[in-house]
């Protein structure tokens, strides 16, 4: 069973960066990812990245702002989050999959809060 920790979120100014930070634990992952839930919306998927390092996909709304990266032997995955907006306010969560393109795990959660 793969757990995960979430950790960086926090009050940040529009316009600044922050940079989230998910370490796994319990067993080896094939594609980790970040997904986010603003108030009264649903989840929607930000970015995801393969054991590998490629496969790199973000959602068109972070494109060019946010940036996945993993390191392995550290078993962690991180969100580096430049130029924030206001609507970049959400409860950001990790995930991670055995195989394929499914997420199988995912952490709690952290919260991002982008002020105007």
């Known amino acids: 069973q793969v757990q995960l920790v979430e950790s960086g979120g926090g009050l940040v100014q529009a316009g600044g960066s922050l940079r989230l930070s998910c370490a796994a634990s319990g067993g080896n992952t094939y594609r980790m990812g970040w997904f986010r839930q603003a108030p009264g919306k649903e989840r929607e998927f930000v970015a995801s990245?393969?054991?590998?390092?490629?496969?790199?996909y973000y959602a068109a709304s972070v494109q060019g702002r946010f940036f996945i990266s993993r390191d392995n032997a550290k078993n962690t995955v991180y969100l580096q989050m430049n130029s924030l907006k206001p609507d970049d306010t959400a409860v950001y969560y990790c995930?991670?999959?055995?195989?394929?393109?499914?997420?199988?795990?995912w952490g709690k959660g952290t919260l991002v809060t982008v002020s105007s």
């Open positions: 990245i393969r054991r590998s390092g490629t496969g790199i």
């Open positions: 995930a991670a999959g055995i195989s394929g393109t499914a997420m199988d795990y």
